[in-house]
Nanobody, 121 residues
Framework: QVQLQESGPGLVKPSQTLSLTCTVSGGSITTNYYYWSWIRQPPGKGLEWMGVIAYSGSTYYSPSLKSRTSISRDTSKNQFTLQLSSVTPEDTAVYYC?????????????WGQGTQVTVSS
């Protein structure tokens, strides 16, 4: 019922800002009490939680990425956006958006298909 789809450039140059948009259908990003997350998976590595934007608009970020990460939303378009500044080749990964179920232990019920982002000059 709920669908998420990532979009944005697949290639970003070092030092630039990566920007991805997650478009949500079948549910509102403002509905209590869901959170909307960005997760990435570098090649050969596990999933890395990047951050989340709540139904209220509050944001929370991974400590390791907080200084470079910004998550925002456009409620009129039912979209939320990831911006990661000052990227390096280590930021190359498949990037996912996902919905977080209400609760204290973070469970994801819907995921986007993921989008490959390569950081290279």
């Amino acid at each position: 019922q709920v669908q998420l789809q990532e979009s944005g450039p697949g290639l970003v140059k070092p030092s630039q800002t990566l920007s991805l948009t997650c478009t949500v259908s079948g549910g509102s990003i403002t509905t209590n009490y869901y959170y909307w997350s960005w997760i990435r998976q570098p090649p050969g590595k596990g999933l890395e939680w990047m951050g989340v934007i709540a139904y209220s608009g509050s944001t929370y970020y991974s400590p390791s990425l907080k200084s470079r990460t910004s998550i925002s939303r456009d409620t009129s378009k039912n979209q939320f956006t990831l911006q990661l500044s000052s990227v390096t080749p280590e930021d190359t990964a498949v990037y996912y958006c996902a919905r977080v179920l209400p609760g204290p232990w973070y469970e994801y019920d819907y995921w986007g298909q993921g989008t490959q982002v390569t950081v290279s000059s």
